[in-house]
Each structure stands twice: as C-alpha cells, then as structure tokens.
C-alpha cells in the first residue's frame, strides 16, 4: 500500500470512528481496490432506456383490523396477557 493510499485509508478509518490494526487496513485496502473499478464500471453504464422507478407507483391497501381467531388461544399460553395482548415489562422511562 503506498503513503498516499495509507493516509487516505486512515483518514476514512478516523472520519469513521474506525481503530485499525495493519492487517485490517491490508484487508480494506485489498476491498477497495476491487470495490472502487467495480464501481467506476457501474457509474459508466448505458441506463438512457431503463424506466425510472418511483415509490410513487406504489399502490397500498388500507389497514383492517382483523381479529385473529386464534389470538385468544395463542394469548391464553402465556403466563402475562391481557385484553388479548402480551404484556411485557415497562422499557422506556
């Protein structure tokens, strides 16, 4: 790994909050070095004729309340339920 790919890996791992041993800098350096071109190759592609996707199109249901005929029966199994709920011990203050 030369110096400049040294301290720009260092600077990445600092930025990161990231303590790496010389073996793992080995180990991303290695990564990104197939990482980078692989991408480089992507950014290069010819997407002029893919039709953009939008979350837009989506098309969502309204919510139902269905009541389970089995709730009761699952409910009943557990040693701490009620009105057809688990209760659970208190997790934020």
């Known amino acids: 790994m030369d110096q400049q790919h040294t301290e720009e890996m ?3 791992a600092r930025l990161s909050g990231l303590s790496l041993s010389e073996k793992e800098k080995e ?9 980078v071109p692989y991408m480089e190759r992507i950014s290069k592609l010819d997407t002029s004729e893919v ?15 269905v ?3 089995i709730a009761s029966d699952i409910t009943g199994l557990s040693l701490s339920a ?12």
Not at 27 to 35: C, E, G, H, K, S
Not at 51 to 65: H, N
């Open 10 to 12: 260092e600077r990445i």
């Open 27 to 35: 180990i991303l350096f290695t990564d990104l070095a197939r990482i």
């Open 51 to 65: 039709t953009e996707y939008s979350e837009s199109e989506i098309t969502l249901r309204d919510d139902e309340e």
């Open 67 to 69: 009541i389970s005929p």
């Open 82 to 93: 009620k009105d057809g709920m688990f209760t659970v011990p208190r997790a934020v203050e």
